[in-house]
């Protein structure tokens, strides 16, 4: 269900913006845990699989190049699942940022480069 509330903003708010309508959804609770949930599952299965994967690779008999690239990718998708999934799932909860005004910076370019890999 959609809340229509219109954000009257004054010149000494110190904006380029006129006026603005913002739409809130009220999400019900069991909505809000059930995604929160499929998160934590998404969460645990991509940091616990991609471990094993790391740790496949600790035996002799599996270092070939392929598996060195099947690792090199379940370091960076483990990578994803640590520095995105939890800010994200956090942010998406609770509405808002709650991680300060440095994270606020930090975590969006950590994020882009951990998903892009460029250098």
């Known amino acids: 269900m959609a809340t229509n509330i219109t954000l009257e903003v004054t010149p ?3 904006t380029s913006l006129t006026s603005s309508q913002i739409y809130l959804f009220d ?3 069991v909505l809000k845990w059930t995604r929160l949930f499929a998160y934590g599952i998404v ?6 699989g991609n471990l094993l994967v790391i ?19 379940a ?3 483990l990578i994803v699942s640590l520095v ?7 942010h998406a909860h609770l509405g808002y ?3 300060g005004s440095v994270l606020c910076k930090v975590i969006p370019f950590i994020q882009g480069k951990s998903i892009c890999g460029c250098s």
């Open 12 to 14: 000494s708010m110190n």
């Open 27 to 29: 999400e019900s609770p």
């Open 43 to 48: 969460f645990l299965l991509g940091v616990l």
């Open 55 to 73: 740790r496949a690779i600790k035996d002799l008999q599996m270092r070939s190049v392929t598996n060195l690239f099947i690792t090199n990718l």
């Open 75 to 77: 370091v960076s998708d």
């Open 84 to 90: 995105n999934i939890p800010f994200v799932v956090t």
């Open 97 to 99: 940022w709650p991680f």
